[in-house]
């Protein structure tokens, strides 16, 4: 039987002082692809934000227990060393800094965590050659400041050659298709299925059933007003495409 990776149990959290997250329950167990579907400010990106430990988010309820510890006992910075890794749905610029000497800081302090020693330049650019196949990225983009200037495309790209560097045991990709077009969408797709294994877990945010179509999830589960509402297999998707999200406006009213 494969482990659970992260088990979330009757989650409720806040941000200021407003009350988003209402009863979230999931599990995720290794090997496993879920997506998480549901329409804009239903409180998709607050879980996300809740797991990885956003200083502005607080836990009203509930608890989140990652390879069975529990997350409110780490720092954010403690979670991504214990191998929580989220892509950014807008990812941050950060001019002055090279893409190349992030990635290499970034890996270098899971290595030191892991008691390993750290790469210097040339063994990391070594490794990092063959990560840039993953994402089909010109290794040009090494050299420039991070995602300076890189087209909506080129940033997702990045966020995932980030992942293929960290080999993250949870990855959760918040609306990496947003801004993307087909050919974009496709390279970061197979990048992440590329990277997928027995071992790690991902959790895929997006309200387009379009991404699912090349991110094949094993499960689905819909958000809606701060609690997932509905969770099936990957044919929830095509169901949720041809009803909207509105529908589940007459179930949570028919509810009442
Ligand atoms: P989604 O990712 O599903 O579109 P979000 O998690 O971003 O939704 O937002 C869920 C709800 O929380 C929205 O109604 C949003 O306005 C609200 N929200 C998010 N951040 C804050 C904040 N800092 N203060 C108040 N409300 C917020
Ligand atoms: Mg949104
Ligand atoms: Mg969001």
New binding site residues.
């Given amino acids: 039987m494969s482990q659970t990776v992260l088990s979330i149990k009757n989650l409720a959290a806040s941000?200021?002082g407003?009350q988003?997250l209402k009863g979230v329950n999931l599990e995720i167990k290794a090997g496993e692809v879920h997506a998480i579907m549901?329409?804009?400010?239903?409180?998709?990106?607050?879980?996300?934000?809740v797991i990885t430990g956003h200083p502005?988010y607080e836990i009203t309820d509930g608890e989140i227990i990652y390879q069975g510890q529990d997350l409110s006992a780490l720092e954010p910075h403690e979670r991504a060393l214990a191998g929580i890794f989220l892509a950014f749905q807008y990812p941050l610029e950060i001019p002055g800094v090279s893409n190349l000497d992030f990635l290499r800081i970034a890996y270098n302090a899971k290595r030191k965590h892991l008691d390993l020693e750290e790469l210097d330049t040339f063994d990391f650019e070594d490794l990092i050659q063959e990560k840039l196949d993953v994402v089909k990225m010109n290794p040009a983009f090494l050299e420039r400041s991070l995602n300076e200037g890189f087209s909506g495309g080129e940033k997702k790209r990045n966020e995932i050659l980030q992942m293929a560097i960290l080999e993250p045991t949870l990855s959760i990709l918040?609306?990496i298709d947003s801004g993307l077009d087909i050919d974009a969408l496709r390279i970061v797709s197979e990048g992440v299925n590329f990277l997928k294994n027995p071992d790690n877990a991902t959790l895929v945010?997006t309200?387009y059933q379009r991404l699912l179509n090349y991110i094949v999830p094993d499960h689905i589960h819909v958000?809606y007003d701060?609690k997932i509402v509905m969770s099936g297999g990957k044919e929830l998707a095509l169901e949720l495409e041809e009803k909207g999200y509105d529908f589940l406006d007459e179930k949570a009213l028919a509810a009442v």
Avoid: A, Q
Avoid at 38 to 49: A, D, H, I, P
């Fill in positions: 941000v200021d407003n988003i549901g329409r804009n400010g239903s409180g998709k990106s607050t879980l996300s934000k502005d918040d609306e945010i309200h958000m701060g």
